[in-house]
């Protein structure tokens, strides 16, 4: 199979994408009167200089128009749930590769909760979409969330290794995963990913301190980037907070 061109959405092996998915996820409850209009959201993707913007397929074919204008390259999110079910978590897929590819997207991403009694279900959906995507030339990423019965009584530094060497095996050009905080077991994890990039999801919104300090430590310990949400849009100032991050970054 032909090598997919991960450039597509990074620069020379770094990335920052801004994930505006959380709609679906947690509903409006992270939104204020601005951030919960896309329209916001494609602004500062484009003004803060993302490499990718990261939609489900709603607002991937709604804004469709004003995402092409930006020419931000567009990942779509191929699986999703909401936050109302309870029980063991899955995340089913909701989009087709040949969707995502229609509206424009140039990469697909995928979450799969390891060590819930439904992985095998979500691994099975994974390796289907990410043969075709390839196939087809478009970027596989694969958020890799550890969850569920499966990761009771196991370390952190533990689950954030296995989740990047998860991303390697199963066949993700990049993987996205929760930083534990310790550079240390996160250098181990970017190790254990191989040739698999590792980047890093944001979580709830911090101090802008704390947060361009923890991008710095990534950075430092050799992960590729960054794939956040909250802490970048719901920022009093999303664009110029992007400036600092894409600084540590890309050094510009
Ligand atoms: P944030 O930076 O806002 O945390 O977004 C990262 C992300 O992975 C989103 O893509 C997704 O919607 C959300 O976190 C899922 O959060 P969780 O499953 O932890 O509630």
């Not at 450039?7 to 009167?33: C, S, W």
């Not at 279900?121 to 390796?127: A, K, L, T």
């Not at 709830?204 to 992960?223: M, N, P, R």
Request: aromatic share 8%; hydrophobic share 40%; net charge positive.
């Amino acid at each position: 199979m032909k090598k997919v061109n991960v450039n597509k959405i990074m620069t020379r092996g770094k990335a920052m994408f801004l994930a505006y998915d959380q709609g679906l996820e947690h509903g409006p409850v992270d939104f204020n009167d601005k951030n919960v209009d896309p329209h916001y959201i494609i602004d500062i993707a484009k003004r803060g200089k993302f490499n990718a913007v990261i939609f489900q397929k709603g607002i991937a074919e709604k804004y469709n128009e004003e995402i092409k204008k930006s020419k931000v390259p567009l990942l779509i999110k191929l699986n999703g749930k909401t936050n109302m079910r309870k029980g063991e978590p899955i995340s089913k897929q909701i989009c087709s590769v040949d969707e995502a590819i229609s509206l424009g997207a140039v990469a697909v991403g995928f979450t799969i909760y390891a060590g819930s009694e439904f992985e095998p279900i979500m691994m099975r959906e994974f390796s289907k979409i990410e043969e075709e995507a390839h196939k087809k030339g478009l970027v596989v990423v694969v958020w890799i969330y550890p969850r569920g019965k499966g990761v009771k009584g196991r370390s952190e530094k533990e689950l954030m290794a296995y989740a990047g060497r998860m991303g390697l095996e199963i066949g993700a050009d990049i993987v996205k995963l929760h930083y534990n905080r310790n550079k240390k077991d996160l250098s181990w994890t970017v190790k254990s990913a191989g040739k698999t990039k590792v980047v890093i999801a944001g979580g709830v919104k911090t101090g802008e301190k704390e947060f361009l300090s923890e991008v710095k430590d990534i950075i430092g310990a050799g992960g590729a980037g960054i794939a956040v949400g909250r802490n970048i849009w719901k920022s009093k100032d999303p664009v110029e907070l992007s400036k600092k991050v894409h600084k540590i970054i890309f050094g510009k």
